[in-house]
């Protein structure tokens, strides 16, 4: 089960971000405990012999959440996971629950004592245009250097994205596997641990981030007054309900489609699980994102533009996604 690892000086035994897969023993040596900040690493704790690092992620598998590298020539004995798995299985259910609670206790309370360190609480660590710089990479080095996957995928290594991100872009390379992280959860990415301490790492909608970074890009760096308003996650979800309803009917020869509101507020809960009454699309139309409603005898109508508005919700759905789970 255990295995003997050298580790040169100044070599990372894992990197923040990085998938986990076994726990480590420090039989010789140092290690130090590091997190990136900018373009340098701040150490936050050395690990000497005969002390272990790595053992959080053995309960939950959560990506590493800090560099961890050798300060002088170390020996280290690797415990898989796997196989310690089979030894907790044996332990009985009570302790097993109780070792993982303490678990989650701790890595909430790193998060909290992440935010007293932070001397600025109210700076943004991923203000709108960070994020979008770091999509332009990941673009860019897909588009260079992907690899063509089935349905238009590409994939890429993770080193060989880590590489551009802080030697040619200079920038972080723990915000981009967060935002990496964050893609992944949100079904544009996907991740493969290789084996050898790198991911293959699949963008599986490379148009859709593309035409998205060329949107949000425009709309950022637009005078106020030249650009639509956002649209919050509650407006988001009204208008995906209104195009779910205008993909229904036909559209007219202007290539609009013609939604009965009425029928939305009856039909809404039961067909998108989102009770959309009539008068809900009312900032949507103070936004400029649909026209005027229409009424006549048989109800209330609204026009859609369908092409010209379906881009819009998917993207402000991924803004809002975004910023939601990049605080």
Excluded: C
């Amino acid at each position: 089960m255990a295995e003997a690892k050298r580790i040169a000086k100044d070599t990372y035994l894992f990197r923040e971000g990085d998938a986990p897969d076994a726990m480590y023993i420090v039989k010789s040596g140092t290690l130090a405990v590091t997190k990136t900040k900018g373009n340098s690493e701040v150490v936050l704790a050395e690990v000497q012999a005969g002390s272990m690092v790595g053992e959080m992620a053995l309960f939950d598998k959560k990506p590493r959440s800090a560099n961890v590298k050798a300060t002088k020539e170390t020996e280290v004995i690797a415990l898989p996971y796997d196989s310690l798995n089979k030894q907790m299985d044996q332990l009985p259910v009570w302790v097993r629950a109780i070792m993982k609670n303490l678990n989650e206790n701790l890595r909430e309370a790193n998060k909290k004592i992440k935010l007293l360190e932070n001397s600025n609480p109210d700076e943004e660590r991923f203000p709108p245009h960070i994020v979008n710089k770091y999509l332009s990479i990941l673009n860019l080095v897909g588009n260079k250097y992907g690899k063509a996957e089935e349905g238009d995928a590409l994939s890429i290594s993770s080193v060989l994205l880590r590489n551009y991100t802080i030697q040619i872009f200079q920038e972080a390379t723990n915000k981009m596997q967060t935002i990496v992280n964050v893609l992944t959860e949100l079904g544009y990415l996907a991740q493969e641990d290789r084996g050898d301490g790198s991911q293959k790492i699949t963008n599986l909608k490379p148009q859709e981030l593309f035409s998205f970074v060329d949107w949000y890009n425009d709309w950022l760096f637009k005078q106020e007054k030249d650009r639509l308003p956002p649209m919050s996650e509650a407006e988001v979800k009204i208008l995906n309900g209104i195009l779910h309803f205008a993909k229904k009917v036909e559209p007219d020869r202007k290539g609009l489609y013609k939604v009965n509101l009425n029928d939305v507020q009856n039909d809404s809960m039961k067909e998108t699980g989102n009770l959309i009454k009539v008068d809900d699309v009312n900032p949507l139309i103070e936004k400029k994102y649909l026209t005027e409603k229409i009424m006549d005898e048989s109800g209330v109508y609204i026009m859609v533009e369908l092409p010209y508005v379906e881009p819009l919700a998917k993207n402000w759905t991924l803004v809002n996604n975004l910023k939601k789970k990049l605080r």
